[in-house]
């Protein structure tokens, strides 16, 4: 399956640079590029991609405020794309925002060309991306919230032991397999644990799990 790609960045060399990069991969396709925020989610709404790659900072609309209204569209509208915020820097203040908002994760402007290549194809797949720099900046965050709130630590009732447990591990950055050797399960048993977990919270992927986790008080900062 082709994953259609937009890029939103209000340098025309970066949106040039990137799309020529990624239209080069034989399961990736560029269907538009914008400028800014605001044009930005224009482009999704007619070109309905699987993944938005999306600048933080721009002028007319910035990448937060183009996100938000990309996934939480109003009502009638019901594409929603994956977002990889792009930033050129790996403390943005956005970061714990854009997160919350529904992104799936966050990529340096200058990762290897590799990197990028990848980082689409694991967001279009549903996973997150999220580096070691930007997961510690979003503990640090969390740490400064001292009182959970109520209305997730409820939610948290819904889920069984085990997919408590399973939650616990994503939140503390373990990856699938890593969980599965943790748990003594097999990985596919794994997938099929973090798909209940999702669903049953009404959360998108990884990302929001590791928000959702914190801020349900499941996960403290400094544990573990």
Known sequence: MTIRVIIVDDQAMVRAGFAALLAAQ??????????????????????????????????????????????DPPRGVTH?????MLTTFDVDDYVYEALRAGASGFLLKDAPPADLISAVRVVAAGEALLAPSVTRRLIADF????????ERSLRLNGLTPRETEVLELIARGLSNQEIAATLVLAEQTVKTHIGRVLAKLNLRDRAQAVVFAYESGLVAPGEG
């Open 80 to 84: 929603l794309p994956k977002v990889l």
């Open 26 to 71: 034989p399961d990736i396709d560029v269907v538009g590029d914008a400028p800014d925020g605001r044009q930005g989610v224009e482009l999704s709404r007619s070109t309905h991609p699987d993944v938005v790659l999306m600048d933080v900072r721009m002028p007319e609309m910035d990448g937060l405020e183009a996100a938000r209204r990309l996934l």
């Open 143 to 150: 740490a400064k919230r001292p009182a959970p709130r109520r």
